[in-house]
C-alpha cells in the first residue's frame, strides 16, 4: 500500500480535490481518461473543463446559497473559485467564466504542483486495494466500464439520469433591432453593468407558437435509456413545455426584472435570454435551453425566436447520460464507499447537481482522505454551513425541518441529485432574527431576505472557525 493519493477523474471535483490534497503537503496521483478515451460531452483534453453552461450561478454571499458556497470555497483556497475569478465574464449577478481560459487556467496549475502527478489513462474498474486511499471523481460522464463496476460494489443498477446541453450562438448573428441588453432587474455582479444579458422578446402569440413548436418538434429517441428520469434543474425545454404550457414562462423563459428597449410600453411575454459564453464576447450561450430536439428542429424552432431570425448557432444543444449513486445508502458521512472505505467519492457522482456544488464536495474529499492517510480525526463541516448543509444531504438524505427545527428523516430511497439551497441548512435559533429599529411588521419579502442573511453570516462565522480548528491538523501541515 502506497501513501499516495489516488484521484480518478479530472473534472471539476478531481481537479479541485488534487489541488486541496496537494496544498496541504500530500503527493497526489490524478488519473484523467482523456485523450485516451474521450466523451459524449467533452470536446478537449484540458482538465475541469466545462461541458455545459460556462456560469457558476450567483455570487451573492449574502443571500443566495450558491453564493454563500462560493465565499466559502473561497475561504478554503479554492483553486476552481481562483480561476474562475481570473477569467470571469459579465453575466449579471452571477459568476460567469469564459470555459477556455478557466480549464487552461486549472490544468496549468495542476500540471506545475509539485506534489500533483497526472497520469493520462481510463480506470477500467475499482481501484485496487494497494492504492490505499482514492476518491472517485468520474463525474456525471463515468465510463462504462467504471461505472458497472461501480455497480457491483454499491448493489445498485439504478444510476443513470439524463443531462442536457444549451445551445451557443454567434454574437454577431443576433439582431438587435428586436433584441436589447439588460440583466434581470438591472442587477449588478461580478465583472458587470447590470447590463449583461441579451434578451429576445416575444408576445403571447409568438410565445404560443413557440410552445407548439417545441412539442411537436422532431426528439432524440434514447430506446434502452428512456425511461430513465431527468433531474429537475437541468430540464429539455421541451420536457418543461410538456409539463404545461405557462412552464416556461415561470422558468427560463420569465418575463419579469425586463423591459424592452425597444418598446418599453410592451411588456414581453415571455423572454429568451443569452448570456456570454466567452471572454472575447463573440460567443452567447441560450440560458435554460437544454434540448433533446433534433439538430434540424433547433435550427428551425430557434430562429423563430424575434432576434435570432439569422442565429448561427456554434454549438447546438444536445443530451448525455449522467451517473449518480443512491449516496445514502452506499457512502458513509464522510464519503466513503460503505463495502470499501478505502474508496471516496466526489463531485455530481454523489448526487449533488452543479459546478460549485461538484468541487466543494471535492474539497472535503480530499481532507478526510489526507486526514485518513495521516491517521487523524477531522470534525465534519457544521451542517449551518453550504458545504456542510450539502455533505448532509448527500449522505443522508434530504431532511425536513419542522417548526421546532426538529430534522425528519425522507426516505432514502428517494434520493435525487440536489444544488444548494437554504433549505439544505437548519433554521435560526428562535430570536435570533430582530426586526429593524422602527419597523412593527415585517413585509414577508424583507423578513425572507433578512433571514438568508443572518443564515450566511452565521455559516461564514462558523466555516471560519472549522478551517480554524483545522488549522492545528492536517491543513498546517
Not at 138 to 147: D, E
Not at 161 to 169: E, L, R, Y
Not at 265 to 279: H, T
Request: hydrophobic share 40%; glycine share 10%; net charge negative.
Amino acid at each position: 500500500m502506497t501513501n499516495k493519493l489516488h484521484i480518478i477523474g479530472g473534472g471539476l471535483a478531481g481537479s479541485e480535490a488534487a489541488w486541496q490534497a496537494a496544498e496541504m503537503g500530500q503527493q497526489v496521483i490524478l488519473h484523467e481518461m482523456r485523450p485516451i478515451r474521450g466523451t459524449d460531452a467533452h470536446q478537449t483534453d484540458g482538465l475541469a473543463e466545462l461541458v455545459c453552461s460556462n456560469s457558476f450561478r450567483s455570487d451573492d454571499a449574502e443571500t443566495n446559497a450558491v453564493g454563500l458556497l462560493h465565499a466559502e470555497m473561497r475561504k478554503a483556497n479554492s483553486l476552481i473559485m481562483r480561476c474562475g475569478d481570473e477569467h470571469k465574464v459579465p453575466a449579471g449577478s452571477a459568476l460567469a467564466v469564459d470555459r477556455d481560459l478557466f480549464s487552461e487556467a486549472v490544468t496549468r496549475a495542476l500540471e506545475n504542483h509539485p506534489n500533483i502527478s497526472i497520469e493520462r489513462e481510463e480506470v477500467t474498474g475499482l481501484p485496487p486495494k494497494e492504492w490505499g486511499q482514492t476518491i472517485i471523481a468520474t463525474g456525471p460522464l463515468t465510463a462504462p466500464a467504471l461505472a458497472s463496476e461501480i455497480a457491483v460494489a454499491t448493489g445498485e443498477d439504478e444510476l443513470s439520469f439524463f443531462d442536457a446541453i444549451a445551445p451557443i450562438v454567434h454574437f454577431d448573428s443576433i439582431d438587435f433591432d428586436k433584441a436589447w441588453f439588460q440583466s434581470r432587474y438591472d442587477k449588478v455582479g461580478p465583472g458587470g453593468t447590470g447590463k449583461d444579458y441579451i434578451n429576445c422578446p416575444l408576445n403571447e402569440a409568438q410565445y404560443n407558437a413557440f410552445i407548439d413548436a417545441l412539442l411537436e418538434g422532431d426528439k432524440t429517441e434514447f430506446k434502452e435509456w428512456e425511461n430513465v428520469p431527468y433531474f429537475d434543474g437541468c430540464l429539455p425545454i421541451e420536457v418543461m413545455a410538456e409539463r404545461g404550457r405557462e412552464t416556461l414562462r415561470h422558468g427560463p423563459m420569465k418575463p419579469m426584472g425586463l423591459t424592452n428597449s425597444h418598446k418599453p410600453e410592451e411588456k414581453p411575454y415571455g423572454v429568451v435570454q443569452l448570456r456570454q459564453d466567452n471572454a472575447l464576447g463573440t460567443l452567447y450561450n441560450m440560458v435554460g435551453f437544454q434540448t433533446k430536439l433534433k439538430y434540424g428542429a433547433q435550427v428551425e424552432i430557434f430562429k423563430t425566436i424575434p432576434g435570432l431570425g439569422n442565429a448561427e448557432f456554434a454549438r447546438l444543444g444536445g443530451i448525455h447520460r449522467n451517473t449518480y449513486l443512491n449516496s445514502p445508502k452506499v457512502l458513509d458521512d464522510r464519503l466513503a464507499l460503505k463495502s470499501r472505505p478505502d474508496i471516496r467519492f466526489a463531485g455530481q457522482i454523489t448526487g449533488c447537481e452543479g459546478y460549485v456544488e461538484s468541487a466543494s464536495i471535492g474539497i472535503l474529499a480530499a481532507r478526510f482522505a489526507v486526514a485518513e492517510l495521516r491517521g487523524e480525526q477531522i470534525d465534519l463541516p457544521p451542517i449551518t454551513t453550504a458545504m456542510g448543509a450539502l455533505l448532509h444531504h448527500i449522505t443522508t438524505g434530504h431532511v425536513a425541518y419542522d417548526e421546532s427545527g426538529e430534522s425528519n428523516e425522507r426516505s432514502k430511497r428517494s434520493f435525487q441529485p440536489m444544488n444548494v439551497n437554504f433549505g439544505l441548512l437548519p433554521p435560526l435559533p428562535e430570536g435570533t432574527l430582530k426586526k429593524p429599529e422602527g419597523v412593527k411588521r415585517w413585509r414577508g419579502k424583507d423578513k425572507t431576505l433578512a433571514k438568508k442573511r443572518a443564515m450566511s453570516a452565521r455559516a461564514l462565522s462558523e466555516f471560519s472557525a472549522w478551517l480554524g480548528d483545522e488549522a492545528h491538523g492536517i491543513a498546517a501541515q
